[in-house]
Structures are given as structure tokens and as C-alpha cells.
């Protein structure tokens, strides 16, 4: 593993710094949005712009992250450590696995627990319908897309317009919020549309 081009490449979709660990439900947010994407690292004793610090205690580190995988990640997370010396410094190095199990939840300072998802270098709050193919992502059957004409009319829609959201769909077909989502869900699990969330706002394309 090459720490340094890895910090030089900067925080990313699979890739977060800390410079320590000081709140455990902080750091179960970013696992969380790991384990709910393809997996990913956290560089403990690394700042935000990528200078190495170091840590102080790999072990106090170590405690304090499994912790937050432990008790503030549900289901629970088993992060890797890695331990490497750069500058005579030490990096602690966790891994946060996909999880096999998805949605992972995490327990905020509100004392609920909220699913997160991985955008560029956040880690922002999924919404119903990314919790829902999460969710479904896990079961084996295929899902059987019977084309009525409101999965048509969607997809006439974005073949014209190119990108939709919940709303302009509810008022497209003139339905209900909960039955958009319901066909939305099949559609991005089938992978006939992609669902895109940034920080402001989440809407769909054809895939």
C-alpha cells in the first residue's frame, strides 16, 4: 500500500483522513458510508490537507475506532489495522470492508440511527429510496419489472429531458410520493436507472 500517493490523490469516495479520533459517532458515520459503499480507508493521524502528523497512541486509536464499530455501527463493523511508519511517524491505517449485511446504521449525537452513504469525500444521509435498494441489494431473487405505462412514461421522460427527480415524477405520473419511490426502488435495482446523490439534491438518469 502506497500511503503517500494515497494521501497525494487526496479524501475521496473510498479514501478519509483524521487527524484523531475525538467522537465516536463522527467516525461511525464514515464507516458506515464505507461499509454501505464498495468499502474504504481511514488514515488516522493524517490531516485534511494530507500532511502526516502521526498519532500519539495507535493503541488509544485502535480502542477508540473499535469502539464506534462495535457499539455505533449496526450491524456491527470489523475494521483491518494496518500500522505504517512514514517520516518516523505512524499512520494508523482501517479498513472498512463492504458490508455484507447492507443498510449499516449509525448512531448520531440525536441518539437515532441514520443511514449513510459516501458522496466524493462526505459522507451524507441516504435517502428512503438509496435505504431501500440497500436494503434489497441483499436478497437474492431478481426483481420482475413489469413495464406498465408509468415506468414507460419515466422513461420516455428522462430519454428527452435526461435526469428526474421524486418530485417531478410524482407530478409526471400525478401519484403518491411512497408509490414513485416503490417504482424507483425496482428500476435502479433491476439497472435500468441510476440514482445520483450529491450534497443538495438526489435525481435519476437511464442507465
Known amino acids: 500500500m502506497n500511503i503517500k500517493r494515497m494521501i497525494l490523490e487526496g479524501e475521496g469516495v473510498s479514501l478519509d483522513f483524521k487527524k484523531t479520533i475525538t467522537r465516536y459517532e463522527k467516525i461511525a458515520k464514515t464507516m458506515v458510508s464505507f461499509a454501505n459503499n464498495k468499502g474504504g480507508k481511514l488514515l488516522v493521524g493524517v490531516a485534511d490537507n494530507g500532511t ?3 498519532v500519539k497512541s495507535e493503541e488509544e486509536e485502535k480502542y477508540m475506532l473499535t469502539k464506534a464499530a462495535h457499539f455505533y455501527c449496526r450491524p456491527a463493523l470489523e475494521p483491518i489495522f494496518e500500522e ?14 463492504p458490508g455484507d449485511n447492507k443498510p449499516h446504521y449509525a448512531l448520531a449525537e440525536d441518539g437515532k440511527w441514520w443511514v449513510y452513504i459516501r458522496v466524493k469525500d462526505k459522507s451524507v444521509l441516504a435517502s428512503k429510496i438509496v435505504v431501500d435498494v440497500l436494503k434489497r441489494s441483499n436478497e437474492d431473487q431478481g426483481i420482475l419489472i413489469e413495464y406498465s405505462s408509468k415506468e414507460k412514461a419515466l422513461l420516455e421522460y428522462l430519454d428527452e429531458m435526461g435526469r428526474i427527480t421524486v418530485k417531478q415524477f410524482c407530478t409526471l405520473l400525478n401519484i403518491g410520493r411512497r408509490r414513485a419511490q416503490r ?3 425496482d428500476l435502479v435495482l433491476s439497472g435500468v436507472i441510476l440514482v445520483h446523490t450529491t450534497e443538495k439534491e438526489e435525481f435519476y438518469t437511464a442507465a
Do not use: C, N, S, T
Open 84 to 97: 505504517i511508519y512514514i517520516d518516523h511517524k505512524i499512520v494508523l491505517v482501517a479498513e472498512i470492508p
Open 183 to 185: 417504482i424507483l426502488v
Open 52 to 54: 502526516i502528523l502521526g
